[in-house]
């Protein structure tokens, strides 16, 4: 490696984290954002699909109710409030985030 490049110089640690692999992997997860980016608004669609879950209104005996053909994903619900309120290190942090956020 050429000695007087920044970066390339026995013992810096940018030498060591920069193998060939580690670019190799580097170019192909901004490859991956670039196609995720693509179609963004399709994936959150579908992963708000899948919190809120898909129903119809119903009448059952003179009463509406909520007929799911999907039922909501508890797993998609807590992906999303994870990316937005961030993911806590405890759940009381999160209950704290939540309460302070419906004052």
Do not use: C, T
Not at 12 to 41: D, H, S, T
Not at 45 to 58: E, F, P, R, T
Not at 76 to 89: C, F, H, Q, Y
Request: proline fraction near 5%; aromatic fraction near 6%; charge should be positive.
């Amino acid at each position: 490696m050429p000695k007087g490049i920044k970066g390339f110089q026995k013992g810096n640690k940018v030498a060591k984290n920069r193998g060939p692999k580690r670019i190799e992997k580097e170019i192909a997860k901004e490859e991956y954002i670039k196609a995720a980016l693509k179609i963004w608004q399709p994936l959150f669609s579908a992963q708000k699909d899948l919190a809120l879950g898909h129903y119809q209104i119903v009448k059952v005996d003179k009463k509406k109710i909520k007929g799911y053909w999907v039922k909501p994903d508890k797993d998609a619900i807590e992906n999303i409030l994870s990316r937005v309120i961030g993911k806590p290190k405890e759940e009381m942090e999160l209950i704290k985030k939540l309460l302070i956020l419906d004052e």
